[in-house]
C-alpha cells in the first residue's frame, strides 16, 4: 500500500510534468497578448465571489490563490485590481507561473509549498483565499485544508470555492447513456488510483509519470471543515453546469456543460463562501 506521502509525490511529479502542454493548452501566449483577457474560471467565479467582497469588486484587496497550477487564473485576479499570491505543491507550476507573469508585466507571488504548510511558507494574512475549480481532490486531509486557510484569512476575510459536485463524482464517468449509476465512494476513504497517462487538457501527450491519486470528500465534510476551524459558512449553491464534458450525456451548452433538457437529476458543481469573524 503507498502511503500519502507517496501518493501526493506521485501526484507533484504528474503535474509538474504537465506543465509544457498545459502553456499551450490554457493559451498562455494568447492570455499575455491581451491585457484584458482574464482566464474561463475567474470570468465564471467573479459574479459567485464578488457579492461577498467590500465594493463587490476583489480590486485594492490582496488575494490568496491554492493550489494555483500554471498561475493563469492567479494572474486574472490580478488583472481585476487584486494583489494575488499563488502557491502551488508542483514546482514546475510555480516556474511558470513566474515566468507568465513576468511577460505579462503582471506584479504577482507565487509560493511552492504543499498546502499543510502554506502557514509557514506564506506569513502574510489575506482578504481573499480562493480556490478554482479541479482542486479538492488532489487533497487527503481537509481538516488541515480548513485550519490553514483559517490561518491565513485576514479577520473578516473571505474564503470561496468552487468544484465538481462530490455526487458527479461518484457517478460512473464512461457510461454513454442517460442513465446514472453510482459506482465510486460518496464519503472519503482510500485515495482513487488512476494510471490514465494523459493530461485532461490534451489527450495526446502520453506522460511518464502515468499514476495519479484523488481523494473524494463528501459535501458535508468540505462544509464541516470550514465550520470546525471557526469560519462562518455565508454562501452555498449547487449548479447545473460544469466546464468540461464530465460525462459522456452531458451536453454544451452557453454556460458550460449540462444534462440534457430535463435531466435536472444531478448537480454537477457547487460553489460556497465563508468568513473569518472579525472578533
Same mark, same amino acid.
Given at each position: 500500500m503507498v502511503s500519502v506521502s507517496g501518493e501526493i509525490a506521485a501526484n507533484q511529479a504528474n503535474w509538474d510534468e504537465r506543465v509544457p502542454s498545459h502553456l499551450v493548452a490554457y493559451g498562455v501566449d494568447e492570455f499575455i497578448a491581451d491585457p484584458g483577457r482574464i482566464s474561463?474560471?475567474?470570468?465564471?467565479?467573479?459574479?459567485?465571489?464578488?457579492?461577498?467582497?467590500?465594493?463587490?469588486?476583489?480590486?485594492?484587496?490582496?488575494?490568496?490563490?491554492?493550489?494555483?497550477?500554471?498561475?493563469?487564473?492567479t494572474l486574472s485576479w490580478a488583472r481585476l485590481g487584486a494583489a494575488v499570491t499563488g502557491l502551488d505543491f508542483s514546482a514546475a507550476s510555480i516556474a511558470a507561473a513566474r515566468n507568465v507573469a513576468?511577460?505579462?508585466?503582471?506584479?504577482?507571488?507565487?509560493?511552492?509549498?504543499?498546502?499543510?504548510?502554506?502557514?509557514?511558507?506564506?506569513?502574510?494574512?489575506?482578504?481573499?483565499?480562493?480556490?478554482?475549480?479541479? =482542486?479538492?481532490?488532489? *487533497?487527503?486531509? /481537509? $481538516?488541515?485544508?480548513?485550519?490553514?486557510?483559517?490561518?491565513? #484569512?485576514?479577520?473578516?476575510?473571505?474564503?470561496?470555492?468552487?468544484?465538481?459536485?462530490?455526487?458527479l463524482n461518484s457517478v460512473d464517468d464512461e457510461r454513454d447513456d442517460d442513465v446514472l449509476v453510482v459506482s465510486r465512494p460518496y464519503f472519503a476513504g482510500r485515495p482513487l488510483r488512476y494510471d490514465e497517462g494523459t493530461t485532461y487538457a490534451d489527450g495526446s501527450v502520453r506522460l511518464t509519470n502515468?499514476?495519479?491519486?484523488?481523494?473524494?470528500?463528501?459535501?458535508?465534510?468540505?462544509?464541516?471543515?470550514?465550520?470546525? =476551524?471557526?469560519?462562518? *459558512?455565508?454562501? /452555498? $449553491?449547487?449548479?447545473?453546469?460544469?466546464?468540461?464534458?464530465? #460525462?459522456?450525456?452531458l451536453v454544451r451548452s452557453e454556460h458550460g456543460w449540462v444534462l440534457p433538457e430535463g435531466s435536472d437529476r444531478l448537480p454537477l458543481t457547487f460553489s460556497l463562501t465563508a468568513t473569518k469573524s472579525v472578533g
Open positions: 474561463a474560471t475567474v470570468r465564471d467565479d467573479l459574479p459567485l465571489l464578488s457579492p461577498h467582497l467590500p465594493g463587490r469588486s476583489p480590486a485594492g484587496l490582496t488575494l490568496l490563490h491554492l493550489q494555483c497550477h500554471i498561475g493563469l487564473d513576468d511577460r505579462a508585466g503582471l506584479p504577482a507571488r507565487f509560493i511552492h509549498s504543499e498546502i499543510d504548510h502554506a502557514a509557514s511558507a506564506c506569513r502574510d494574512r489575506f482578504d481573499v483565499i480562493y480556490t478554482g475549480i479541479g =482542486a479538492l481532490c488532489w *487533497l487527503p486531509d /481537509l $481538516t488541515r485544508w480548513a485550519r490553514v486557510i483559517a490561518e491565513l #484569512l485576514a479577520p473578516g476575510g473571505v474564503f470561496y470555492v468552487r468544484d465538481s459536485h462530490p455526487m502515468a499514476t495519479t491519486y484523488e481523494w473524494q470528500h463528501s459535501l458535508s465534510e468540505i462544509v464541516q471543515s470550514l465550520l470546525d =476551524a471557526g469560519l462562518a *459558512l455565508t454562501s /452555498l $449553491t449547487e449548479h447545473r453546469t460544469i466546464p468540461w464534458r464530465a #460525462l459522456p450525456v
